[in-house]
């Protein structure tokens, strides 16, 4: 199994804004704090807030916010902000997937991977990240939510 780098990224960027909601932060600001390449991360954002996960304030106050609260915003709803299908095999999607002969059980087990993966990520919050986190002042602002 793959996870992306940009749905990594992206989950950490929204860990990130989700522990500062007190002001918006820039790329750079998450970059850093999160040792992720400036440029990627760019992009990462772009999608998410296409998605709707994020909004962004222009201006030198400008940066980024999440764009709904961290409790109704779950890792499925990021993977598929920045990679489409959950799942694929070899770019396709699980759908219409079939198999001859004696491998024809195989696509059924690969869409319940997907099933059951999609489950776990619909069941994980950003803001039950923030609540898991080991850093002290994540988890004061995961208490105070």
Partial sequence: MHISAKADY??????????????????EAIASSQEIPFRFLKSVVGDLRRAGLVRSQRG???????????????????????????????GEPLAGLAYPGPADALPGIWREVEE????LLA???????????????????AEAV
């Fill in 123 to 141: 069941a994980t919050t950003v803001a039950a990240l923030v609540r898991r986190s080991r850093r002290p002042a994540a988890r004061a602002v």
């Fill in 116 to 119: 059951r993966t999609g489950e």
């Fill in 60 to 90: 030198c106050e400008g940066g980024y916010w999440l764009g709904r609260p961290a409790a109704e915003i779950t890792l499925l709803d990021v993977v598929r902000a920045v990679d489409g299908e959950l799942i694929t095999l070899r």
């Fill in 10 to 27: 992206a989950a950490r960027a929204l860990v990130e804004l989700a522990c500062d909601t007190g002001r918006p932060l820039t790329c």
